[in-house]
């Protein structure tokens, strides 16, 4: 006899509480058979995401720690974060509907509207994150099974240029834009910047070797721009 797919599929739905025990809901019952038919890679890339997302929250807070002057009122980097990775209400209208690599590039520039540095740097790596990875603002769904390899490899270029101009790029001044790794008491060199930027690219290469890809090696010059992810 042959099934067709939705009735495998209701099939299925039918079998599973029984195979998962008496008590296991219809929600939970579905839950395990999404899970059951998502390829492996799939669920590895999803669960980059949900790590990566959590990483550059620490890495925006920290930055707003170790650079209180771009906002030194704590609830306003709250109501920021949130806006930022939590879909909170908007804290800066003239961002909406920028593309990452053009939040990124305000974060640098030597003239920005917004004074808020730290604010532009999370909200751009985000941003480009989520068109990279396709992720949609009700949650961590990938919407297509096949990522573009090509917006991954924009995602690792944009993401290193990040990390390279967080140790070059200055004011007028000469200081540092963003202060990140630094002598803390006892003389301990608090390296965590670099530690975060490294585990996300790590895990941005893994995707793209999963796509059949392979992360490139980069110079950077002044005039490099940064890649724009969705085109």
Partial sequence: M??????????????????FGCNLSVRQAKQNLTEFVIPT???IIRHHVQLIHQDLKDFTLRLYARNPKYE???AARQRKV????????SVFRPV???LSHEILTMAFAADIEESDRVFLLG????QSVKEAYEVKDEGFFISGLQLDLARLQR??????????????YEDGKGNLLFLTNGVGKNGY????????ITKILTRIEDDIFMRGGLPEKYVFKMSTLFAGIMI
């Fill in 96 to 98: 909406a509907g920028k």
């Fill in 2 to 19: 042959v099934l067709v797919p939705a009735f495998k599929t209701v099939l299925l739905l039918a079998i599973l509480p029984g195979l």
């Fill in 72 to 74: 030194q009122d704590p």
């Fill in 189 to 196: 060199l608090n390296m965590g910047y670099e530690v975060i």
């Fill in 123 to 126: 909200l751009g790596l985000w």
């Fill in 41 to 43: 890679d799939v669920s």
């Fill in 82 to 89: 949130n806006y930022i990775f939590h879909h909170g209400p």
């Fill in 155 to 168: 995602l690792h270029h944009n993401i290193s240029q990040v990390s390279w101009r967080l140790k070059t």
